[in-house]
């Protein structure tokens, strides 16, 4: 088995002892180091604390999902955290709810556990049966730690660039004067951190040798790898060889990324693992065991809920709100079956717009007049102007569709219902998405689409080919020839389909520098019913500001105050 699901809250070590379940690690603060060095328990309730503070976006700003905030979505309702991003109100005083106060504290943690809880033997457990089992686990805690510190280190620089840095426990002298590090130079830390501990990390926990494995294998799907660290070090090659990170444009940035997304490649072949058929199996409830050949890493929630499903089936239908609605710029993106976009094909159907398209976006995007979503609804959504589920309804879409990614349609929130809410699991890492980042790498490296050295056999044609070879989706490859701007467009537009709504839009937008072109408007469809029951299909702009400044998050101004030596990104004041 090699997905890694993290089961967020106690679940993921749960095997280490039953006192690891019953305990939070915040309530270890009021326990001294020795308590802590008791035992394998209660060393490992500070692992799950580190895990803890991933992240994950079922709908993180009060409903919406951060694709809102992009064009993949828009949220059906007004006045929410999500328009903080795009109306004009963002400063340093109402910064939308970011990465900095989780990660600096999972980072703090990491630094703790780094320097106080390694080296243990646990002399007086050494009696136990399963000592040896432990003490495996325990010594490569170590490697999972510092795998986290790098993790968290990315999703700072991704958000702020230059960032304080501290591979050790602050004092808090210093806590409130450490000066930001530039973002490069995190990144070399990343990738450093990636190779110093990828060959020393368990490689993959369902296939442990006898004398350590313990019988149960749940606890053991939710903890880095070593796939894990080279999906963290090839992602985050990709981001410092980017426009925003790489300003001038750097080749041997791009060499790097090249080299390490072909890695990771080499190693999940190695591995024996590859793109699972069925595109819409990647988020269902139980991608932890169908999908495993293709997710490197997820974050499993450790109880049911249906926040997703309710917070963005149709509104209209008993206890669903609407939410977070696809526009009319990811449909377009869609191509059609003979793999044109739909104002270049014969496909296309102006009655039928939706029809003859990609099957991505069917698995993706609930359209007018379909039947079955979720699975328990009879009647065909009505999401034109006053149907049962369009505008004015309250939460009614205000693009013309619904999003099914990541919502479970067999779900039922209804109150005679008896299958009201499931597990789920946030993709971290999954196979698909380095293809992609390999072709972009190669791409930037090489020159051109059809270029392969031999460092480099795979081209970034074929390789950005791939996530459209599976059985369920099966649209045509890449073409040969493609001039640089063909290719860049394509590909764009293949990462925005393959990728959407597993939280990537928001960032690659912004590291490629483009947020001028995709950030200041999204299209509404308005859908009307015509007498004779024919259905019109009317495009709407609406405009979205967009500033440059808001390539990286502000500084908080409640940091900035506690420690002068921290600046501020450009744009956002002193």
């Known amino acids: 088995m090699k997905l890694n699901t993290f089961l967020c809250g106690v679940l993921c070590l749960g095997a ?44 993180s700003y009060s409903g919406a999902v951060l694709g809102a905030a992009t064009d993949e979505a828009e949220y059906a309702y007004s006045g929410g955290a999500i328009e903080t991003f795009y109306n004009g109100t963002w400063s340093p005083v109402n910064t939308p709810a970011g990465a900095w106060s989780s990660c600096y504290r999972a980072i703090s943690n990491c630094n703790l556990y780094l320097e106080r809880f390694t080296g243990l033997t646990f002399p007086e457990l050494e009696m136990n049966a399963d000592y040896k089992p432990q003490m495996y686990r325990y010594n490569n805690y170590r490697y999972e730690v510092r ?58 926990y369902a296939n442990l040798p006898a004398d350590v494995a ?4 749940s606890p053991e799907t939710g903890r880095v790898n070593r796939l894990t660290v080279l999906a963290l070090k090839a992602r985050a090659a990709l981001y410092a060889a980017s ?45 932890y065991k169908d999908a495993t050949s293709e997710i490197i890493f997820g974050r ?65 995007i609930a359209v007018n007049g379909e039947t079955g979503w979720p699975a328990w609804n009879e009647a065909p959504l009505e999401t034109f102007q006053g149907g049962a589920n369009g505008e004015p309804v309250n939460g009614g879409t205000p693009t013309g569709y619904y999003l099914k990614k990541y919502c479970q349609g067999d779900i039922d929130p209804r109150s005679n219902s008896t299958n009201k809410s499931a597990y789920h699991t946030w993709i971290t890492f999954r196979l698909g998405e380095f293809y992609l980042n390999y072709a972009e790498a190669v791409f930037r490296y090489l020159g051109s689409a059809d270029a392969t050295s031999a460092e480099f056999p795979l081209s970034a044609r074929e390789a950005a080919s791939r996530t459209r070879a599976r059985k369920s989706v099966n649209m045509p490859p890449f073409p040969t020839g493609m001039s640089n701007d063909e290719f860049w467009t394509k590909y764009k537009n293949e990462r925005m389909v393959e990728l ?73 004041g002193d």
């Open 500 to 572: 959407a709504f597993e939280g990537h839009r928001f960032w690659d937008v912004r590291r490629w520098k483009e947020a001028d072109k995709y950030f200041r408007s999204i299209t509404e469809m308005k859908i009307t019913r015509q007498t004779d029951g024919t259905f019109a299909y009317t495009r709407k702009e609406v405009a979205r500001q967009w500033d440059d400044k808001m390539y990286f998050f502000p500084i908080p101004q409640a940091d900035k105050l506690k420690n002068p030596n921290l600046g501020q990104n450009p744009g956002w």
């Open 214 to 217: 313990l019988p149960a294998e």
């Open 300 to 364: 499993r929630a450790d109880r049911e809920s249906s926040s997703m499903e309710t917070s963005n089936f149709p509104a209209g239908l008993e206890n669903c709100k609407g939410g977070n609605c696809p526009t009319q710029n990811l449909v377009d993106a869609y191509e059609m079956v003979d793999g044109k976009p739909w104002d270049q094909s014969a496909f296309y159907d102006p009655a039928n717009p939706c029809a003859n398209r990609d099957p991505r976006l069917a698995a993706t």
């Open 16 to 59: 280490l002892s039953a006192c690891s379940e019953e305990m939070d690690y915040h309530e270890y603060n009021n326990y001294d180091e020795d308590f802590v060095k008791l035992n394998f328990g209660n060393v490992g309730g500070l692992i799950t604390n580190i895990y803890s503070d991933l992240d994950t976006d079922f709908g």
């Open 147 to 204: 795998c986290l510190r790098a993790y968290y280190y990315f999703l700072l620089v991704r958000q702020y660039g230059d960032v304080p840095f501290s591979d050790h426990v602050l004092t808090a002298d210093e806590s409130n004067s450490l000066p930001r590090t530039p973002a490069q130079d995190i990144f070399d830390y990343i990738i450093a951190e990636c190779d110093a501990v990828k060959d020393s990390i368990i490689a993959d």
């Open 243 to 287: 426009p925003l990170f790489n300003p001038t444009g750097n080749k041997e940035l791009w060499h790097r990324a090249a080299l390490a997304n072909k890695e990771l490649l080499d190693a999940a072949d190695a591995a024996k693992m590859k793109l699972i058929d069925d595109y819409a199996k990647l988020w269902t409830k139980n991608n």
